[in-house]
């Protein structure tokens, strides 16, 4: 059985038109007067992740203003070699409660006119080898210093390992014998003097000077 088509006196009465069907489900319905767009909606960009927390770069000029305290340092170890030689002594004679001051530039030829064995070359350190020494030093630090400042690195382990022989070359020639290596017995006894731990207090600032910088770069590196 096929049912009848409507007629024209079927579409002309008052029944009801069925409700018309919703959209499936996942369609966006379209606004009347506003065209669809077949692009997908602009998606805002991703903020950008906060900076750490932490003091700002350096900028060249500050970090070579805060590395002036090597020259500082430099010029301090210079003082302290100018004090050992010069005013303070290198050894000292105990005649009882009296003490009689021999400088570095007397002690060679102290022990020479005593006959007193110092060592081959606690001997040629006091002829003048620690004088030289402490300028190759001083040398060698200032340069480190002034490259570290202009140019914010240093000159990787030469400059550190040769400060670290002359600090080591400074302890051995300091006169640290006594009283039974003497060839005599009696007074006058002998101490060592303040100028031999001057000189090797200069040295181990100059090596403290070598260190690496705390610069910008250094400081992105460690982050890293």
């Given at each position: 059985?096929?049912?009848?088509l ?13 409700a ?12 009347p ?6 692009e ?11 900076r750490?927390?932490?003091r700002p ?16 340092v ?8 100018v ?12 005649f009882?409660?009296?003490r ?19 060592g ?6 006091a002829?003048g080898?620690a ?10 630090a ?20 040769l ?25 006058p ?5 303040t ?13 403290w000077?070598?260190?690496?910088p ?9 982050r890293?």
């Open positions: 059985m096929v049912d009848p409507p007629t024209m006196d079927d579409a002309g009465s008052g029944a009801p038109s069925p018309p069907a919703p959209p499936p489900a996942g369609t966006v319905p379209v606004v007067g506003q065209a669809a767009s077949p997908s909606p602009a998606v805002p960009a991703p903020a950008p992740p906060p750490p927390a932490g770069p350096e900028t060249p000029k500050i970090a070579a203003i805060s590395q002036i305290w090597r020259l500082l430099v010029a301090g170890a210079a003082l302290l070699m004090i050992g030689f010069l005013m303070q002594p290198w050894i000292e004679l105990r009882g409660d009296r009689v001051a021999v400088s570095y530039f007397e002690f060679a030829d102290w022990a020479r006119a005593n006959n007193v064995d110092v081959v070359w606690c001997a040629a350190y002829e080898l004088v030289v020494l402490a300028g190759v030093g001083l040398v060698a200032t340069l480190s210093a002034v490259a570290t400042i202009v140019w914010g690195r240093t000159s990787g382990c030469a400059v550190p390992l400060l670290a022989v002359l600090l080591a070359l400074s302890i051995a020639g300091a006169p640290t014998w006594g009283i039974d290596d003497l060839p005599w017995t009696g007074p006894g002998v101490v060592q003097g100028a031999p731990m001057l000189i090797v207090a200069s040295h181990l600032a100059l090596m000077t070598s260190g690496e705390r610069s910008k770069t250094t400081t992105s590196r460690t890293s």
